[in-house]
């Protein structure tokens, strides 16, 4: 499997398919490994049945396609472009009309599927033809004792990952501290040993006998429960938190951040929302944050160590990061923030077209959000833009500046292809409908170390054995940009926007003169919110998740 991979054509997403077939021996070698005692090789097969095709680009880049295309090639993928983008003006101008013919709009969609179609099938046949511009991918290489230790920084820190298996889930437990019963420590070239070094990283393995299936339900349910504001959710929180977090609380003790890699129907799942025996919700107790898989996590720490900081910005004259002075770092672009754009009729229209029940209304309290950020970051360091001018066209020239973007406006989910999910902008020509499509946002150039979707359901995609949740996150980290902050359902305008100023404020809060971790920043800032009465239900403060490097 591991050499199938390097030899496998296409884009990022097409590799990423490959693979979601191709998990069950990892699984297999995870539980024999188990069986045998053997915890630091099981851990090393997880890791490696995670987030593979994020590593390969995180580790080696992106292939350019564009650059290695012939004109004529070109030339081709221009008119499939033209030809999706013309279907979709037909669609506009024919929904715009007062009685729009509904034969007609259905062929046309049927007509915009094939053409999409058509060219994720030509760009496959452009990387056949091109093998150079296939990654270095297929490395196996595990991570190193070093790597883990610096995922570690502290003994307050705990990562948690687990393995969803057919018939029961394992959870691998790693800290730092003194060795208790049950648990090993991981060594250098050796695996595990005995070591009981004070300084060592602990590896302890729960088995949850739980089938996926029925794990599957009943993290359904609770997320219904949640994202419908209803009450009666607290014993299924219990429940799941007996479930999931109960074998490993002695290791959760006094840890005051969680990092949490999931697996397959987990990634639905709000941790921070579960209530332990104390009857304390998770968040309460600790700073969380999600990552597809530790090595991962490790490869968004080390691009985040040698990204933009306060005299490293953005030099759109050489396209390049360059080192400026103390004075010039302070009017640096710092901030790009979108809030309630003026969506046009004919988008609205459009978006609208397969479900009347979506509301894509005005948003004043997204509005005020974002003016909010702009006086938090600073006139010079900020760049505002609502109504007409948050234009879709505005993100993909001038997104690549900044190192915190931020997105105050409706989304939607497609959740029968996961990268035609989008942030809905306002338009300013033909060639931009307004769509910010996931499969847009992969192909920019990012050198962003956050972006907070401050939209709906912008967690949420598909689940890809081997690869996580492909969403709106995914395309992000694909683009280059290490942490999302992004929604698990369809949240409240108002209560958003008071926990998104609150997040912001605590990142550029004066702490050490960088501001409060991400995961640490959005724990206070929804602890602020839940004590409010009026948002002290978990689905006003609890769907919002950090996703990639929350440690910084």
Known sequence: IEKLRTQVAGSERDRELSFESKTAPYLEMVKLLIEGNDLAGAFLYAERAKGRMLLDVLRYGRADITRSMTAEERDKERNLNTSMTSISSQIRREIALPQPDQTKLANLEARLQQARLEYE???????????????????????????????????????????????????????????????????????????????????????????????????????????????GFKQ?????????????????ESRTAVGIVPSNQLWELPFQALLSQRDRYVLQDHALFYAPSLSVLGEMRKKDARGPSRNLVFDPSSASIVKVSATAADTAPSLLAMGNPRLSANLVSRAQSNDRSISLGDLPEAEREVKDLGEIYGVKRSKILTGLAAQEGTVKAEAGRYPVLHFATHGLLDDENPLYSRLLLATSNENDDGFLEAREIMKLDLRANLAVLSACQTARGTIGPGEGLIGMSWAFFIAGTSTTVVSQWKVDSASTARLMVDFHRQLQSPKDHAGASKAEALRQAALKLMSDPKYRH???????????????
């Open 538 to 552: 978990p689905f006003f403060w609890s769907g919002f998740v950090v996703v990639g490097n929350g440690m910084n």
């Open 121 to 231: 099938a030509y760009e496959t046949r452009i990387y056949a033809a091109h093998p150079e511009l296939r990654t270095q991918r297929g490395d196996t290489q595990s991570l190193t004792l070093s790597e883990v230790e610096r995922l570690l920084p502290d003994q307050q820190t705990a990562l948690l990952e687990y393995v969803v298996a057919p018939e029961k889930t394992y959870l691998f437990v790693l800290t730092r501290g003194p060795g208790r019963r049950g648990s090993s420590v991981i060594r250098e070239g050796k695996g595990l040993a005995g070591d009981k070094n004070a300084s060592a990283v602990k590896l302890r393995v729960f088995s949850i006998p739980i089938t996926s299936r029925e794990l599957a339900n009943r993290v359904t349910q609770f997320h219904q429960v949640l994202a419908g504001n209803s009450l």
């Open 236 to 252: 299924l929180a219990r429940q799941l938190y007996d479930l999931l977090l109960l074998p490993a609380q002695e290791e959760l």
